[in-house]
C-alpha cells in the first residue's frame, strides 16, 4: 500500500499542469467588453471632463435651422390640403368643359354659376404659383429654406412652364365670340398636380390597392365621359336632328 501511495505521488510531481492562455486570438477581436474596462473608461471620463464638458457641450449643440413660416413644407398636411382643393379645381374643368361645349343650352341657363366657378379655379392656379415659389424641397439631403434658392428652382423647372401655359387666358375670346367653354383646354396642363396628389395619398393612406382601384375606375369614367360627348358632337354635325325630323 505505501508503495502504491508513493508512485501516485510521484506521478503527480511529474505530471504537467494544464497551460493557460491568459489572451487567446478570439478574445482578443472580441467585440464584447469587459464590465471591469467598462468601468475605467467610464471613470477616466468622468475625471477627465468634468469641468470641460459643461463648458464645451453648448459649442456641441447645433443650432437646428428652424423652418420659416412662409416656406411650405411638401411634406406638411397644409401642402396635402392644398393639393386636394387643387385637384378638385382641375377635375371641375375635365369633367364640365366637354359638357358645357356638347349642349349650349346647358350653358346659357345657368351662365353666371360657370363663370364663377371658372373664376374661383382660376384664381387656384394663380395661387398655386405662390405656393410652388415658396414649396421646400431636399438638396443633398437637406431641406432648402432659402427664398432666392427655391424661386430659381421652380423658375427653371418644367412646372412653372406648364403652369403659365395652363394660365393662358384663351377663354376670354367667349366674350367676342359666344361661349366656347373648350377654349379653356389649357388648365388640362395642371393635371400633373393631380398626378402629385395621387401619389401623396397612396403613400399616406393604409389601403393603398383601394385607391389605386378607385383611381382607376374614375380614369375610366372621365374616358367615357369624354368619348360620349364627342360622339354627340359628331353626331350633331353630321345632322342627326335632321334625319330625326324625317
Known amino acids: 500500500m505505501n ?8 506521478s503527480l510531481l ?3 499542469p494544464p497551460l493557460k492562455r491568459e489572451d487567446s486570438f478570439l478574445q482578443r477581436f472580441s467585440t464584447r467588453q469587459i464590465p471591469e474596462a467598462q468601468e475605467t473608461v467610464e471613470d477616466t471620463g468622468s475625471e477627465g471632463g468634468t469641468a470641460g464638458d459643461n463648458q464645451s457641450a453648448p459649442r456641441r449643440r447645433r443650432r437646428q435651422r428652424k423652418q420659416p413660416k412662409t416656406v411650405v413644407n411638401p411634406d406638411s398636411n ?11 379645381c382641375i377635375l371641375y374643368n375635365l369633367w364640365t368643359l366637354i359638357v358645357r361645349q356638347s349642349f349650349p343650352e346647358l350653358q346659357e341657363m345657368i351662365s353666371s354659376f360657370w363663370l364663377t366657378c371658372d373664376s374661383m379655379s382660376d ?3 394663380l395661387l398655386d404659383l405662390v405656393v410652388q415659389l415658396r414649396t421646400g424641397y431636399l438638396e443633398q439631403g437637406l431641406m432648402v429654406y432659402d427664398s432666392k434658392k427655391l424661386a430659381c428652382h421652380y423658375l427653371r ?27 379653356r383646354c ?3 396642363l395642371k393635371v400633373y398636380r393631380a398626378v402629385n396628389y395621387y401619389y401623396m395619398v397612396e403613400s399616406r393612406t393604409v389601403w393603398p390597392n383601394l385607391w389605386r382601384v378607385i383611381n382607376l ?14 360622339y354627340f358632337l359628331l353626331s350633331e354635325a353630321e345632322g342627326f336632328q335632321y334625319l330625326l325630323l324625317k
Open 3 to 10: 508503495c502504491g501511495n508513493k508512485i501516485k505521488k510521484t
Open 14 to 16: 511529474f505530471q504537467k
Open 78 to 88: 397644409f401642402y396635402f390640403y392644398w393639393l386636394l382643393v387643387l385637384t378638385i
Open 123 to 125: 384664381l387656384v392656379f
Open 157 to 183: 423647372s418644367r412646372a412653372f412652364l406648364l403652369d403659365l401655359a395652363a394660365l393662358c387666358p384663351l377663354d376670354l375670346l367667349q366674350f367676342r365670340f359666344g361661349w366656347h367653354p373648350l377654349l
Open 186 to 188: 389649357p388648365r388640362f
Open 217 to 230: 375606375i374614375h380614369i375610366l369614367l372621365i374616358l367615357a365621359h369624354w368619348f360620349g360627348c364627342f
